[in-house]
C-alpha cells in the first residue's frame, strides 16, 4: 500500500518503525469560508472540545459543537479487499469507525463509504454505537474486519459503522476517526487499535508517537511501536500520566514574561491530537489573552491579533515536571485568508486544560503504554 512506510533502523534492523503519513489539508473552517457560510455554522455549531472528555456534554444525539481548524489525516483500509479511509488520530479518544453504506446523513455523501457486503473478512456485531466529538457526534453499529494500519494488519478489529454523522461533519476532509486513548474510555466496550495491535504482536514497542509539522510539505507522521529521531531534537522529556484514560498529565504552572498566568498551583492537561487549539478554562485563557495583547472580535466572536506584531509578542511557557516547554508567537497565532491572524488558545471548560494541536506541532509527542506516561521533545 502507498501510505504505508516501514523505516528499520540502521543499528538493529529487526526493530522497524510503522508510519503512518498524515495529510494537511484544507480545514473545514477553509472550506465554509470560501463557501461563506462560517459565520452560519459557528453559531449553529460553537466550538466545544470538552464534549468528548466530560459525560456532562455527552446527553441527547443532536450535534452541537464543532472543531473547525482540524486538518491531519492519514489513511487506513478496512476488509479484504482493502477499502481506503481517511482517518483523524485522535489521542483524546478510543474508537475507530468510519461512514458506511448505511448512513443516511448528508455528510456520508461526501465521504467514502464502507461496504460490509464488499469484504469477505467482515463479522457482524450489531450492538449500538454513539459517540459525541469537539466536531460533533455520530450513531451507528458495530461489526469486525481487517484494519491495516501502516501496513500492519490488525485481524477482526472491531468498529463502527456510521449511520447518521453530525452535519458539520459534511466539511471535513478527513472520513472516520481512529481512537488512540484508553479502552477504558471506549464506547460500547470496543477494544481500541493500538490495543489489538499490541496483543496480536503487531509492534516492537508498546507505544507510538506523532509528529505534526506546521507545513503541508514538511510530512507529518504517526510511528507505530517506536520513536523516530528524526524528528526530534534535544533530550525526550518524560511525564507520568496522572489519569489512564486519556493521556492526562500535570502541568505545573503556566508563565509569561516570568510571571504565572495560569494554573497557579497545577492543573490537568491532556495531550490530545484531534483537538486543534490549546483549550483552558475562560479566566485564564483570558489571562493569557491580556498578556499577550489579543483583542476580541464583537462581530466574529473570536480573539484576534496585529499580524505586524507577532514578532514582539512574548513566549508562553509550560511547566510540566520541571520541565519548561515554550511556545513562541508563531505557534499560537494563526494567520487566516479571511479573519487575519487569530488565537491558538480557545477558553472552553472549567479546570481541564487540552493541549492540541497547537502544542503538539512545537513537540513531538510519545505515548507510551507500557510505562503509562507521555514524552515530549522539541519537534524539527
Not at 503541508?216 to 507505530?224: L, N, Q
Request: net charge negative.
Amino acid at each position: 500500500m502507498k501510505w504505508a512506510v516501514i523505516v528499520c533502523a540502521m543499528v538493529a534492523l529487526s526493530e522497524c518503525l510503522i508510519q503512518v503519513p498524515l495529510e494537511m489539508g484544507k480545514t473545514a473552517r477553509e472550506t465554509l469560508e470560501e463557501q461563506g457560510l462560517w459565520e452560519q455554522y459557528r453559531l449553529k455549531y460553537p466550538y466545544n472540545p470538552m464534549a468528548k472528555f466530560d459525560d456532562r456534554f455527552a446527553m441527547g444525539n443532536q450535534p452541537m459543537t464543532n472543531d473547525a481548524d482540524l486538518s491531519y489525516y492519514g489513511v487506513i483500509s478496512i476488509g479484504t479487499p482493502p477499502q481506503s479511509f481517511k482517518v483523524v488520530f485522535d489521542t483524546g479518544s478510543s474508537n475507530l469507525w468510519v461512514p458506511s453504506v448505511y448512513c443516511t446523513s448528508p455528510a456520508c455523501e461526501k465521504h467514502k463509504e464502507y461496504d460490509p457486503e464488499k469484504s469477505s473478512t467482515y463479522r457482524q456485531n450489531g450492538q449500538p454505537l454513539n459517540i459525541r466529538y469537539g466536531t460533533g457526534s455520530m450513531t451507528g453499529i458495530l461489526g469486525y474486519d481487517t484494519v491495516t494500519v501502516g501496513g500492519l494488519a490488525v485481524k477482526n478489529q472491531i468498529f463502527g459503522l456510521s449511520k447518521t454523522e453530525a452535519p458539520f461533519m459534511e466539511f471535513m476532509r478527513a472520513d472516520g476517526m481512529l481512537g488512540l486513548a484508553y479502552p477504558s474510555i471506549s464506547a460500547s466496550g470496543a477494544t481500541p487499535v493500538f490495543d489489538n495491535m499490541m496483543s496480536q504482536g503487531l509492534v516492537d514497542q508498546d507505544l507510538f508517537s506523532v509528529y505534526l509539522s506546521h507545513k503541508p510539505e514538511k510530512g507529518s507522521v504517526v510511528t507505530f511501536g517506536g520513536i523516530d529521531p528524526n524528528h526530534y531534537s534535544g533530550s525526550i522529556s518524560w511525564i507520568p500520566l496522572s489519569s489512564e484514560r486519556f493521556w492526562q498529565i500535570t502541568v505545573d504552572s503556566i508563565t509569561i514574561n516570568g510571571q504565572v498566568v495560569a494554573c497557579d498551583g497545577g492543573c490537568q492537561a491532556i495531550v490530545d491530537s484531534g483537538s486543534s487549539a490549546i483549550v483552558g478554562p475562560p479566566s485564564s485563557i483570558t489571562n493569557i489573552y491580556q498578556q499577550v495583547g489579543a483583542t476580541f472580535n464583537q462581530q466574529n466572536g473570536v480573539y484576534t491579533f496585529n499580524c505586524d506584531s507577532i514578532a514582539q509578542m512574548p513566549d508562553v511557557i509550560f511547566h510540566i515536571n520541571g520541565q519548561e516547554f515554550t511556545l513562541p508567537s508563531s505557534a499560537y497565532v494563526r494567520q487566516t485568508k479571511h479573519y487575519g491572524c487569530l488565537s491558538g488558545f480557545e477558553s472552553v471548560g472549567d479546570s481541564l486544560w487540552i493541549l492540541g494541536d497547537v502544542f503538539m506541532r512545537e513537540y513531538y509527542s510519545i505515548f507510551d503504554r507500557a510505562n503509562n506516561r507521555v514524552g515530549l521533545a522539541k519537534a524539527r
